[in-house]
């Protein structure tokens, strides 16, 4: 079965600094693009980042510089280092399985909030 | 950047009935497009890829067509569960953008 994991967010100084793992099972992370989402209160959703299995990444202009995604084969998990937090980060942020290249996401973890607030 | 416009932002209907969301990109994205179902405080819900592939598990009630810059997922016979906030996403090219969702209530 497959399973992702959310782990890492809370409550954090504008400034300050976060990373979110997200711990998989069922599937291999190397193998699949995934990705972080996130969805602001009340608001939609809004692709952040992306590692596909080649390893190649992709950013939102939103957070390009400022986060950076990465994986660990060895511990089948997925990261988001989050810098330089603003209030307008403040969101649920998911972290999801690609189904294929080019194709919708099939897998979603359950989410872990982040507050960027002093 | 390609922009996802969905429409109607909001709509009412009925247990039983039959609804059409639509889903229009800024540019052609040949079939790239996936429909996602989000209810109240759960991770959304893949329903439907390659803007007409059924996502295993999901009902048949539930069908995506379109390609190039416009498309649709309809919902027929309506059930209780289906109320929920509904989203179409591109992935032809990043960023792979979101429409801003259509909330589907009960009449």
């Known amino acids: 079965e497959v399973q992702l994991v959310e782990s890492g967010g809370g409550l954090i100084q504008p400034g300050g600094s976060l990373r979110l793992s997200c711990a998989a099972s069922?599937?291999?992370?190397?193998?699949?693009?995934m990705s972080w989402v996130r969805q602001a209160p009340g608001k939609g959703l809004e692709c952040l980042s992306v590692?596909?299995?080649?390893?190649?990444?992709y950013y939102a202009d939103s957070v390009k510089g400022r986060f950076t995604i990465s994986r660990d084969n060895s511990k089948n998990t997925l990261y988001l280092q989050m810098n330089s937090l603003r209030a307008e980060d403040t969101a649920v942020y998911y972290c999801?399985?690609?189904?294929?290249?080019?194709?919708?996401?099939?897998?979603w973890g359950q989410g872990t909030l982040v507050t960027v607030s002093s | 950047d390609i922009q996802m416009t969905q429409s109607p932002s909001s709509l009412s209907a009925s247990v039983g009935g039959r609804v059409t969301i639509t889903c229009r990109a800024s540019?052609?994205?040949?079939?790239?497009l996936s429909w996602y179902q989000q209810k109240p405080g759960k991770a959304p819900n893949l329903l439907i890829y390659a803007a007409s592939s059924l996502q295993s598990g999901v009902p048949s009630r539930f069908s995506g067509s379109g390609s190039g810059t416009d498309f649709t997922l309809t919902i027929s016979s309506l059930q209780p569960e289906d109320f929920a906030t509904y989203y179409c996403?591109?992935?032809?090219?990043?960023?792979?953008?979101f429409g801003q969702g259509t909330k589907l209530e009960i009449k």
């Open positions: 996403q591109q992935s032809y090219s990043t960023p792979y953008t």
């Open positions: 999801v399985r690609g189904l294929g290249d080019g194709l919708g996401l099939d897998y």
């Open positions: 540019q052609s994205i040949s079939s790239y």
């Open positions: 069922g599937f291999t992370v190397s193998s699949n693009y």
């Open positions: 590692i596909y299995s080649g390893a190649n990444t």
